[in-house]
């Protein structure tokens, strides 16, 4: 082998490109570790554009923002940005000079332009059984199959102009959360259509949604993979990987319950599970699961239950129930009914809110408590001498054991969410525990172990006051505090020129060793370079 200006040539090309591959992967998982969380009280303005005195309202963090796919992209690569029913610069530059954030949705299923789905099936679909407000009846989509790849393809280069487009025109910081849309009806809930003997009121023929997905190849394994493909359109590079990716889903028949090609009896409620499962793991925090129906029944949302009981570590957020305290609602709740919703919202971990336009004007002073209650604790620098200053615990009885006492070991959060304990295993004398954040209590845990929690989403950089009391069967209580400061990672410029510069090194340097292995003349030439005195030394003697 014959070393020349070509190879060498060749050597640094190589360790160019694995540089850019090591850049990129880096940047990726920068981006996952940065995203911004969506978090406090936002309208549901749906496909309106936000009112002037919910944009001046303090209480108000942000807007959820919908747009019909087909008014967005009435044709293929041709785009309106801000026409006709797609006014998404003026409306998301309003947002912006206001000091708020926006939750933006782009509507698929029913709103699917019909060049973009080749492949798709034709459903009498309802809102609430055929019985929704504002006299919402039956009616008929046209619903893409979400498996067939033309249409992903359509979707993907979709999502790619926009938030192209959103960075080119200065639009794209004040987006704080994406909907994962894809599957999908009328709203940007994950569903597909499930129902199959509902009497519409007006008389439609109503079609047997099971069987029509069965004879056209459903099943739940194609459904779920092409959710996560779709899913990962919105979190790539070239989307919104630093932004929260709200999913919005349907607790029961959100799905066709079809096994084997088969349409079976009962409801549907697995396939979202699975998909809530492979979100949280590729995901995390950066993953919001969402119920559109928080109401003060005092049940927690059976979705939002079950990823509780999976402990993991993403975001919750709710919906009011459009039925009793939005727009559209046949009488209007009470303010003690939505002060209790949102009191059991909170109960929920709740950290994002949607209400609905005219709610600020209806249920002013529960809106208020909600803000503070929502609202991102903000604290800077880092706690005195980095350390955990843990306090003496008090004890209003000095005879009881102090459990949680100086247990933390971290002084620093810089995962998704850190484990709260009491610091004791032995819970015989324990009757609650409640963990308070900056005087604001997070939760108050009735059962053992009593641990809890923390997100991420409900900090930010700083030092934060963290407090543990421990309330025993007789009513005495034990507190301790302790100090922790909570980092966010960002690397630095110059962390990015090292990291390229030891990939090129290593790559460079390899290629060099394997010539000169393979190579008898470089070897040769080697040796002759090298000093004669030096070489003799290196000689083994006899």
């Not at 926006?102 to 034709?122: C, K, M, R």
């Not at 249409?151 to 999502?159: E, F, G, R, W």
């Not at 002073?365 to 620098?381: E, K």
């Not at 922790?484 to 990015?496: C, G, P, R």
């Amino acid at each position: 082998m014959r070393i020349t200006k070509l190879s060498i040539a060749a050597l640094l090309i190589a360790g160019f490109v694995v540089s850019l591959i090591g850049y990129s992967l880096f940047k990726k998982v920068q981006a996952a570790s940065s995203a911004q969380a969506a978090q406090g009280v936002y309208i549901a303005d749906f496909f309106s554009s936000p009112t002037s005195a919910n944009l001046s309202n303090a209480n108000i963090d942000g807007f959820f923002q919908a747009y019909k796919w087909n008014q967005v992209e009435p044709s293929p690569g041709s785009y309106n940005w801000n026409t006709g029913g797609a006014p998404i610069d003026s409306n998301l530059a309003a947002i912006k000079q206001a000091g708020k954030k926006v939750a933006l949705g782009i509507d698929t299923g029913g709103y699917t332009p019909q060049w973009a789905e080749p492949a798709n099936l034709s459903f009498t679909v309802s809102a609430h059984n055929g019985n929704g407000p504002n006299g919402t009846k039956c009616h008929t989509d046209i619903i893409p199959i979400p498996w067939d790849p033309t249409y992903q393809a359509n979707l993907h280069n979709m999502i790619v102009a926009l938030s192209a487009h959103l960075k080119a025109v200065g639009l794209y910081d004040v987006v704080s959360q994406v909907k994962l849309s894809g599957i999908t009806e009328d709203t940007e809930e994950t569903r597909m259509p499930a129902e199959s003997g509902i009497a519409c009121p007006n008389g439609m023929q109503f079609v047997n949604a099971p069987q029509l997905w069965a004879s056209n190849g459903y099943s739940a394994e194609k459904a779920e993979s092409a959710w996560e493909t779709m899913a990962s359109f919105w979190a790539a590079p070239d989307a919104f990987p630093d932004k929260t990716l709200g999913n919005p889903v349907i607790a029961t028949n959100g799905f066709p319950n079809i096994v084997n090609g088969q349409v079976v009896s009962g409801k549907n409620t697995k396939t979202t599970q699975d998909i809530i499962d492979w979100a949280a793991s590729h995901f995390g925090s950066r993953y919001l699961l969402m119920e559109n129906a928080l109401n003060d029944s005092g049940q927690e949302p059976p979705m939002s239950q079950y990823a509780q009981s999976k402990g993991y570590g993403i975001g919750y957020g709710f919906q009011l129930e459009d039925i009793v305290y939005g727009n559209a609602a046949p009488t209007v709740g009470s303010a003690d009914s939505f002060a209790n919703a949102i009191k059991d919202g909170l109960s929920y971990h709740m950290t994002y809110l949607e209400i609905f336009p005219n709610d600020p004007a209806i249920y002013a002073s529960g809106l208020a408590s909600a803000h503070v209650s929502l609202a991102p604790i903000a604290t800077t620098g880092e706690c005195p001498n980095g350390s955990e200053n843990c306090s003496s615990a008090s004890s209003s009885s000095p005879s009881k054991a102090v459990l949680g006492a100086c247990t933390w070991t971290s002084t620093k959060i810089t995962g998704p969410t850190v484990t709260l304990t009491p610091g004791t295993t032995d819970f015989s004398d324990v009757k609650t525990v409640t963990y308070s954040l900056d005087g604001k209590v997070l939760s108050v845990q009735t059962k053992a172990p009593f641990t809890y929690q923390l997100e991420a989403a409900k900090l930010t950089s700083g030092c934060h006051t963290l407090s543990t009391t421990i309330l025993h069967n007789d009513k005495t209580t034990a507190t301790s505090n302790r100090n922790v400061t909570f980092e966010q990672h960002v690397a630095k410029w110059y962390q990015h020129i090292w990291l390229d510069a030891i990939i090129i090194v290593v790559v460079i340097g390899g290629g060099f060793g394997a010539l000169i292995l393979v190579n008898k003349g470089l070897r040769h030439r080697l040796k002759r370079l090298i000093p004669r005195r030096l070489h003799k030394d290196m000689t083994p003697q006899a």
